[in-house]
């Protein structure tokens, strides 16, 4: 069989996740079971794997989707205690006195708290922390979802102290130790131009995620109201990226996405509460009353204004829970510290599934989940709350918890089969590899711009850019190596690819949703992320081609001119929209006599 028609075929699962998913709007608990039936029949009946291992692969996604489901209930019931305990309505007093605008909001708890919680944890974890706490703060359910996955791109290739280079680069290129004889070295290579590319693409990210907002879920639907804060977008940005670089460039791929992220909201919550570049208070944007919202953006976790028992609450007392989450996440994943080895001491498996040499297994002591339902018991007895609110808080929890189960009881054992396809009786490679075999043949010297959105693909597929990594840093090395050019060029777009495919990765978004009950609306949130996941692998494409073909081609190449007149199409974008913003500002009606 044919390159091209093995890559259409490996194709096909991504293509009805498309076509229903997102073309169709089809809830991901109708969608994903018809892309599951069709990657089964294809491991069977094309790539001949024997029954065993696709049964062996689907256990494996069930024993991963019950890890998640774990996760969302802890996120959840985080969410529900701090609101049954009177801590949100203060975190949101608190929000409302540094600002009432609701751009500036989503910045500091999506852009800059997310990318902390991401450089903690990784694997999804900002969403089921930032996402419920703009949620708390009055936000449609949609609206958290969508900035909860726009911002998990630049921050991601460092998330979990390092793991998707650490784990993920390593994993992948140490299948041929001929690359290299020193690999820590070459993995702090790869970080420090990962981290490059991350900060140049990665620049707009705030920005995109305020106008999205305001587009979408604004009374006037317009990307104006919030390409108006442009100035502290870009502030915000850099406040983030460039303590990010420096620590990628002089330490290592451990730290940036956790430093950046701290300082940079440490920088910029400083500048907020002095004015600095913020929108004048006449002037803060907030979304129409409750009322009037599209029934689609709301999800069926209800947030009350619930004060606490005494009345008020101190803003460190509301906040302690969140700097537990981030203070125990920290601690149980660095690993200088003992905590980590004992958190992963404690291993669940089943192990040789079917004789299929595939392993599932489950370390609970280390899953943020236990982490989130440990803080909620901490938060009990610091919020002095009564045993009947919280016995509600579990009550609710559960209940959003099982409505996101039919999703995922299909959606990852997808991804495994997917993932598992190799060592058919046809030979053929496992399906995400034939795939790039059929893009790769077909790019030739246009590699690198193609090379991201390859990425992008085996994290929407996996739901990790680790595994995505694992899967295709040799792969891409050596197409670099083919094309002639710095290979370890086309491993960080690599890197860069697979974090930016986590904006539209399935599984995140079904995980982000279900945190707050928005369960059946994962494909118009996908349709909402598309755009700035095909922005940031364009774009980092187009950077990596002028980059690695400048020494041959001159700094004016097809990828230089792609970055320049993305670039170009940026600024005429934020110059014109904020020309047209102070011109609806500044009218005023004629008065009629």
């Not at 990665?202 to 109201?225: C, D, H, I, W, Y």
């Not at 246009?446 to 840093?473: D, E, K, L, Q």
């Not at 993305?566 to 500002?585: E, F, H, S």
Request: hydrophobic share 55%.
């Amino acid at each position: 069989m044919s390159t091209g028609m093995l890559s259409f075929l490996a194709l096909l699962p991504i293509i009805a996740v498309g076509i229903f998913l997102v073309g169709l709007r089809w809830p991901a608990s109708k969608a994903m079971p018809i892309s599951y039936l069709i990657a089964v029949g294809l491991a069977l009946f094309v790539w001949k794997v024997p029954g065993a291992n696709v049964a062996a692969a689907s256990v494996n996604g069930l024993v991963v989707a019950a890890t998640l489901l774990f996760i969302i209930f802890g996120a959840i019931l985080l969410l529900n205690t701090l609101q049954e305990s009177g801590g949100i309505r203060t975190i949101r007093q608190g929000f409302t006195e540094i600002s009432a605008d609701r751009r500036i909001q989503v910045i500091i708890i999506a852009w800059l708290f997310g990318s902390f919680i991401e450089g903690s944890a990784g694997f999804g974890t900002p969403a089921a922390v930032a996402v419920p706490l703009l949620v708390g703060l009055g936000f449609p359910a949609m609206a958290a979802v969508v900035a909860g996955m726009v911002i998990q791109s630049t921050p991601v290739s460092f998330g979990a102290v390092g793991t998707p280079i650490l784990v993920g680069i390593q994993s992948g290129i140490a299948a041929d130790p001929t690359i290299t004889d020193n690999l820590p070295v070459f993995l702090s290579l790869i970080g420090g131009k990962v981290a490059i590319l991350h900060m140049i693409v990665g620049t707009l990210v705030p920005l995109f995620v305020v106008a999205l907002m305001t587009r979408f879920f604004g009374k006037n639907k317009s990307f104006t109201e919030g390409i108006k804060v442009w100035k502290f977008a870009l502030f915000a940005s850099f406040a983030m990226t460039i303590p990010y670089l420096i620590v990628a460039l002089t330490l290592g791929p451990e730290f940036p996405s956790m430093t950046g992220g701290l300082i940079g909201l440490a920088i910029v919550v400083f500048a907020a509460k002095k004015g600095f570049l913020m929108p004048p208070k006449n002037e803060a944007w907030d979304f129409e009353e409750r009322s009037k919202w599209d029934p689609d953006w709301a999800g069926s976790v209800e947030i009350k204004d619930i004060a606490h028992k005494s009345g008020s609450m101190s803003m460190i007392r509301a906040w302690a829970p969140y700097i537990l989450v981030g203070l125990f996440l920290v601690l149980t994943r660095l690993k200088a510290l003992p905590i980590m080895d004992w958190a992963q001491s404690w291993n669940l498996k089943l192990e040789n599934i079917f004789g299929s040499g595939i392993t599932a297994s489950f370390q609970p002591l280390y899953s943020p989940g236990t982490i989130f339902i440990f803080v909620s018991l901490i938060t009990f007895f610091m919020h002095g709350m009564s045993g009947r609110s919280y016995k509600r808080a579990w009550s609710q929890s559960a209940k959003t918890m099982i409505a996101a189960s039919t999703a995922l009881i299909f959606t990852v054992p997808m991804v495994q089969v997917f993932l598992n396809s190799g060592g058919g009786e046809a030979g053929f490679e496992r399906m995400p590899i034939e795939l790039a075999n059929g893009v790769a043949a077909l790019a030739g010297e246009y590699w690198p711009i193609f090379s991201t959105f390859i990425g992008g693909i085996g994290a929407f597929i996996a739901g990790s850019n680790t595994v995505s990594n694992m899967m295709f840093s040799l792969f891409q090395y050596d197409v670099g190596a083919q094309i002639g050019v710095d290979a370890t060029w086309i491993v960080a777009l690599q890197a860069v690819g697979g974090a930016a495919g986590n904006m539209i990765c399935v599984h995140n978004v079904v995980a982000a949703s279900a945190v707050v009950g928005l369960v059946g609306k994962e494909g118009d949130v996908i349709r909402k992320t598309l755009f700035p996941f095909t922005y940031y692998a364009l774009m980092a494409g187009s950077v990596g081609y002028a980059i690695v073909w400048y020494s041959q081609k001159g700094i004016f190449n097809l990828g230089s001119y792609i970055a320049v007149a993305i670039a170009v199409a940026a600024i005429y974008i934020i110059a014109t929209n904020n020309k047209r913003a102070k011109q609806i500002l500044s009218y005023h009606p004629p008065i009629v006599k």
